[in-house]
Structure formats: structure tokens, C-alpha cells
């Protein structure tokens, strides 16, 4: 017994409210084009947010275990973070020296004393009173760090160095009461960085 459906879509600009009937192709494939960039929804509702650390960490010359040179902690009791990109900035260079950027999510714990670094809008809009706390080279319980994105290298002395930035497109999930935490893997400590986040705070099932 076949059952027959009908879609329809709502349409949000133009016609306030607006339903139309969706098609398929002769092969019975419904086709969607977005028509803007991704993400734009989400930036649209202005649930969209970044932060960045304001003074250097030297970089670490083995894997990170209990220190994160910034800690970005879900304050919030409902929604999680989904992150969106990671990134750094090598703010002192080292002739010769390569760079990389490790991060991970904690279990839930306890909140850091904030460092309260500046959150803000990815779209103008007002920023949530204390839903996510920061803290700079804070101590964490080591649940897993693993490498995101492609190395940088500095040839001769640059002072800065380059920028490191890694598009996680909602691979990582920070749940409330849990932790993003970041840090940098060098060449030598003499590298120095300054690293942050985007992501979109939204409520989620997790079960």
C-alpha cells in the first residue's frame, strides 16, 4: 500500500508566511539550493558568537594534557556550543620554527573564575550575560587533545607570524558545564600565541 505525500515549504522573505508546493525532478529527487553562504542562518538569528585570548601563551613542545592556554566554558543550562572554527595567532616568531593548533572537550566540571574576555556577536546582536566564561592558562582534566587544522611555519624571524585557523563545522560539541580548550604545539616555546573560537549556542538533544 503506497501512501501519497504532499511538501511544502514555508517561505521566510518576500511573502511573509507564504506556502508553496515543492516539486521533484523526473527522477523523484527533491533539489535544494540554499542561495546564501552557509551558516547565514544561524548568524541570522544572532545565536552566533566568537572570542579570542588578549595576551600571548608560549606555544608547548609536547601534547597538551592539564593546561589550556584558553578555556572557553558552556555557563549555559540548556544550550551547547557548536563550534564552528578554531584559530591562532602567532604573535611572536622563531626563525625555523613550525606551529600547530590541539584542542578538546571536557566532561562537565566545575566553571573556571572568569577571565571575561570579550564575547561577541557574529551579527550585531546583544551578547548573553555570563552563558560562556573564559580562563587563560587554566588547569583542566586531560580528556582527549588531538591536532585540527594545518601547521605554520615561520623561515626566517617574523614578528608576527602567521595565522593558524582550523573550519570545524560542528565536529565539536561543547555541552553545558563542559569545556572547548585549546592550545598550541611548537617547535620550541619561543613561539608565542594568542587563540580563540567561533560557535553557534543553540539547544540541542545529546541523547
Known sequence: MSVESIVRAVIRGGLSGHRAELSANSAGDLLIANG???YTEMSRKGVGYATMATAAVAALVIRP??????????????NSLVVD?????????????AMGMYAMVTTQKLAPTDAALAINSLSGK????KTVLTAASATVV???????????????????????V?????????PPGCSLCLHVVATTTGVTCTSGAAWYSVKLDLE
Do not use: C, M
Open 36 to 38: 546564501l553562504p552557509p
Open 65 to 78: 594534557t592539564t593546561v589550556a592556554a584558553l578555556e572557553i566554558f558552556n555557563n549555559s543550562q540548556v
Open 85 to 97: 572554527r578554531i584559530f591562532s595567532h602567532n604573535l611572536v616568531g622563531v626563525a625555523n620554527s
Open 126 to 129: 546583544p551578547i548573553p550575560t
Open 142 to 164: 586531560d580528556n582527549g587533545w588531538f591536532p585540527y587544522g594545518p601547521f605554520g611555519s615561520n623561515v626566517t624571524i617574523t614578528t608576527p607570524g602567521p595565522t593558524l
Open 166 to 174: 582550523a573550519d570545524i563545522g560542528g565536529r565539536l560539541i561543547v
